[in-house]
């Protein structure tokens, strides 16, 4: 017989209650396609994939509600029928991916500097904490500010604070144009341009700087795109190379993260000049986020410095993919801090079974 979403959210909520009791860690996963980000993975895999299904989509209200084991791929086609998107641009990294993993990774593509992150985009929340309670958080519309804002809390989490069940995303329209500009020019003078050009009402939508070449992407009405086309110059990339290009970026498949060894993300202020670090580099968002590529394994003494280096312009580093997690993925909390993330898993999951060590 085929199960219910009901039923299948009850066998949730007993298998947590049943860890919980016994301090048996549980790995929370839909289909895996992040399984390498962050630290170690631990517990017995609870299986999100057959909890699936868009609850509510209302087009012009520019909402969308899923239940967590749902496709990406599923709610991106039924936006685009309505020519609306994910405008943070999740990445899927291989398919099956889920909109529950992807709200806990948190992870966002080309477009998050001028839409916004992934965080930015939910507004409410259905919740499995550790006592196996349903919590409810947000809502289904934009304004929503009764208590605390705990459903983008979530965003990022990597299922360490509980099991979403369902969530509610804000969604966008398509942009009516897009055009994609090419210019050739190092670093130092491609960070410049895009500080110029953040300060102008350009509608620039992603940027990606490498290997001597500043690719940019416009987007929006089909006068802006044009007169922004015209008043950058560049060159004028063929629609389907630069949706194919953009599209290697969201996904990594671009040959900058082809290769051995490791894979930081390094998250900057846009304004912060050139980092001086041995390994290649790829620049997105403005110059917010950079990625470094190191040949060999990143041993404790490269890390400390990448995070040195990073920490004194007013950024963090992030152990993204590869090399030895014992450094530490993501950069160490503030003891403050800190204690805030002890305080919020003591208070969901007392117990300590969600996706145990995965952040820290």
């Known amino acids: 017989m085929e199960r219910t979403v009901e039923t299948i959210a009850a066998q949730f909520k007993e298998r947590i209650i049943e860890a919980s009791a016994s301090g048996t860690p549980l790995r929370l996963r839909g289909s895996g396609s992040k399984d390498w980000y962050g630290q170690q993975l631990e517990g017995e895999v609870l299986d999100t994939r057959g909890y699936t299904g868009i609850i509510d989509y209302e087009p012009t209200e520019l909402v969308i509600t899923a239940r967590c084991g749902t496709p990406l791929a599923e709610i991106e086609?039924?936006?685009?029928?309505?020519?609306?998107?994910?405008a943070f641009e999740p990445p899927h990294f291989g398919a099956g991916a889920t909109i529950g993993g992807t709200v806990a990774c948190a992870l966002s593509g080309p477009r998050r500097a001028s839409a916004g992150a992934l965080r930015d985009f939910v507004l409410g929340a259905v919740l499995l904490?550790?006592?196996?309670?349903?919590?409810?958080?947000?809502?289904?519309?934009?304004?929503?500010?009764?208590?605390?804002?705990?459903?983008?809390?979530?965003?990022?989490?990597?299922?360490?604070?509980?099991?979403?069940?369902?969530?509610?995303?804000?969604?966008?329209?398509?942009?009516l144009r897009e055009a994609s500009l090419?210019?050739?020019?190092?670093?130092?003078?491609?960070?410049?341009?895009?500080?110029?050009?953040?300060?102008?009402?350009?509608?620039?939508?992603?940027?990606?700087?490498?290997?001597?070449?500043?690719t940019l992407r416009l987007s929006g009405a089909e006068a802006a795109v044009q007169a922004a086309a015209q008043s950058l110059g560049g060159e004028?990339?063929?629609?389907?190379?630069?949706?194919?290009?953009?599209?290697?970026?969201r996904e990594q498949t671009h040959a900058f993260f082809d290769g051995a060894g490791s894979?930081?993300?390094?998250?900057?202020?846009?304004?912060?000049?050139?980092?001086?670090?041995?390994?290649?580099q790829l620049i997105e968002w403005g110059g917010a986020q950079r990625w470094l590529r190191l040949d060999g394994a990143a041993d404790a003494e490269a890390a400390q410095r990448i995070r040195q280096v990073v920490s004194a312009a007013g950024g963090h580093a992030t152990l993204f993919r590869g090399g030895d997690k014992a450094v530490g993925v993501f950069?160490?909390?503030?003891?403050?801090?800190?204690?805030?993330?002890?305080?919020?898993?003591?208070?969901?999951?007392?117990?300590?079974?969600?996706n145990r060590h995965r952040m820290y």
């Open 129 to 175: 904490d550790g006592a196996g309670q349903r919590l409810a958080f947000g809502g289904q519309v934009m304004k929503n500010v009764a208590g605390y804002d705990v459903s983008r809390l979530l965003a990022g989490s990597m299922g360490t604070l509980g099991l979403i069940l369902e969530v509610s995303l804000k969604v966008l329209p398509l942009p």
């Open 77 to 86: 086609a039924a936006l685009a029928a309505r020519n609306q998107m994910l």
């Open 182 to 214: 090419r210019f050739e020019c190092e670093e130092v003078a491609a960070l410049r341009r895009l500080n110029e050009w953040a300060g102008q009402p350009l509608p620039i939508s992603a940027s990606c700087w490498h290997d001597g070449v500043l």
């Open 236 to 249: 004028l990339l063929d629609a389907v190379a630069a949706g194919a290009f953009w599209l290697t970026l």
């Open 263 to 280: 894979l930081w993300r390094l998250s900057l202020p846009p304004h912060a000049s050139s980092l001086i670090l041995k390994g290649r």
């Open 331 to 354: 950069q160490p909390l503030a003891p403050a801090v800190a204690r805030i993330h002890q305080r919020l898993a003591q208070a969901f999951d007392p117990a300590g079974i969600f």
